[in-house]
């Protein structure tokens, strides 16, 4: 069966620190992975998508990025951090348009 | 304007009670999907719907595909349906969510 691990659950880290999540998937190949935020009192909003190893989507100009160094694996990585990185950070992974989507645990970042 | 809109925003019920949460999408979509988030804010996915109608448990979840409306009703709620429920609709390569329902269910 497929599952999907995200971590740290939670996270505190001092503003200008760097930061570096990681969402590995097992059991499914070549899935099509996210990365989410969602701030407080906001709805869920799409940061990056990948389709493959190295192909990565960006869908808001930030100051993070992200990364697929295997097919399973996707990174999310900032360099130095803001106050406003805050927030609730969801990783995910389907298999195409019209399958399933399944989530990970997600990460509760506070920067200080 | 938000290309998936929910409604209501919060919701307080008393157990028991027929719950209905609705979702509006401006977008053509390829699925659209039930997401429930608990205070701990991990997320589980209740329901994929492309067309019709599908049930689980007490969760009833419709989809009107041409009137671009879905629906998520739960019957005889109880204090643990309390939680955050999500409407996200699947285009393209990507997922647009609802700001979510806050749902309180009182015992």
């Known amino acids: 069966s497929q599952t999907i691990h995200q971590w740290p659950a939670t996270l505190v880290q001092p503003v200008g620190s760097p930061l570096s999540l990681e969402c590995t998937v097992e059991g499914t190949s070549n899935p099509n992975l996210y990365w989410y935020r969602q701030a407080a009192g906001r709805g869920l909003q799409l940061l990056f998508y990948?389709?493959?190893?190295?192909?990565i989507s960006s869908e808001v100009p930030q100051n993070l990025s992200a990364s697929r160094p295997q097919d399973r694996q996707f990174i999310l990585s900032s360099k130095k951090l803001l106050l406003s990185d805050s927030g609730f950070y969801l990783c995910a992974w389907g298999e195409g348009m019209n399958t399933e989507a399944f989530f990970g645990q997600g990460t509760r970042l506070t920067v200080v | 304007k938000n290309e998936v809109e929910q409604s209501p925003q919060n919701l307080t019920a008393q157990e028991g009670e027929f719950i209905t949460i609705n979702c509006s999408y401006s977008?053509?979509?390829?699925?659209l999907h039930w997401l429930q988030q608990h205070p701990g804010g991990g997320i589980v996915s209740l329901f994929m719907?492309?067309?019709g109608k599908k049930k689980h448990g007490r969760l009833i979840a419709t989809i009107n595909i041409q009137e671009k409306h879905s629906s998520l009703h739960i019957t005889a709620s109880h204090p643990r349906d309390s939680a955050v429920y999500i409407c996200a609709v699947r285009f393209n390569n990507d997922m647009r969510f609802g700001a979510g329902t806050r749902l309180t269910v009182k015992p």
């Open positions: 977008v053509g979509i390829s699925a």
């Open positions: 719907l492309s067309s």
């Open positions: 990948s389709v493959g190893i190295g192909q």
